[in-house]
């Protein structure tokens, strides 16, 4: 089945610091990624639809200089949160959409210290 | 936009009972619906889906049913086990798998040896 891989599983950062994730369809093809969030005993929040080779869509409330997210290729989606703050602490979920469906990533625990 | 409702929030059963959750959706455009698992600290794993010209799937111990005229859809666990327990998500979206989903708030589910 498909496979998506995400890097780092978890990541402590000081306050103001920048942090990337990364989001790798391991065998197939993914021209849109989307990316998630999910506070502790929460639902998953969409954040933004990532698009390969054009600029992503960004769900309301999201600031999209502050998450910035980069569709390089087919199989390589990144998201930089920047200056990161205490409030940034998360779970950071990607997806991909294959023939199959849609697979998701094993997240990214993120703490800003 | 969709609103997708899950409930119980939480439910424990005894190993070997069954579980079912329950979900309802708003758009009535919406014709896809898969149901994910998901353990601490991992991402969410497809376990079933179902769509919207089907009324029922079933997959081993799990079975998923839809009525379209109501606009509910529940999963159904059959003699469950103590690694049934994992926070369950139902989700709800429109087209060919759709562009992305939105997800019920989750089911967190406990079987009790």
């Known amino acids: 089945g498909a496979v998506v891989s995400q890097h780092p599983s978890r990541v402590i950062c000081k306050s103001g610091t920048s942090v990337k994730i990364e989001c790798r369809s391991l065998?197939?093809?993914?021209?849109?990624m989307f990316w998630y969030r999910q506070f502790p005993k929460q639902s998953l929040m969409l954040m933004a639809t990532?698009?390969?080779?054009?600029?992503?869509?960004?769900e309301q409330g999201v600031e999209k200089d502050k998450f910035l997210i980069n569709h390089a290729s087919l199989t390589l989606s990144t998201l930089t949160v920047t200056s990161a703050h205490p409030e940034d602490s998360s779970f950071y979920i990607c997806?991909?959409?294959?023939?199959?469906?849609?697979?998701f990533g094993s997240g990214t625990r993120l703490t800003v210290v | 936009g969709e609103n997708v409702e899950q409930h119980p929030s939480t439910l424990s059963v005894q190993e070997g009972d069954s579980a079912v959750i329950k979900c309802t959706y708003s758009?009535?455009?919406?014709?896809?619906f898969p149901w994910y698992k998901q353990e601490l600290g991992k991402g969410p794993q497809l376990i079933i889906d179902?769509?919207?010209?089907?009324g029922e799937k079933k997959d081993q111990r799990i079975a998923v049913t839809l009525n379209k005229t109501a606009k509910h859809f529940s999963l159904h666990i059959t003699e469950t086990q103590p690694e049934d327990s994992a926070v369950y998500f139902c989700a709800a979206s429109t087209g060919n798998y759709g562009q992305n989903f939105v997800f019920g708030p989750g089911t967190r589910l406990s079987v009790l040896p």
């Open positions: 758009d009535s455009a919406s014709n896809y």
């Open positions: 997806s991909a959409k294959s023939d199959g469906g849609y697979t």
């Open positions: 065998d197939f093809q993914a021209t849109t």
């Open positions: 179902i769509r919207s010209n089907v």
């Open positions: 990532s698009n390969e080779g054009s600029k992503a869509t960004y």
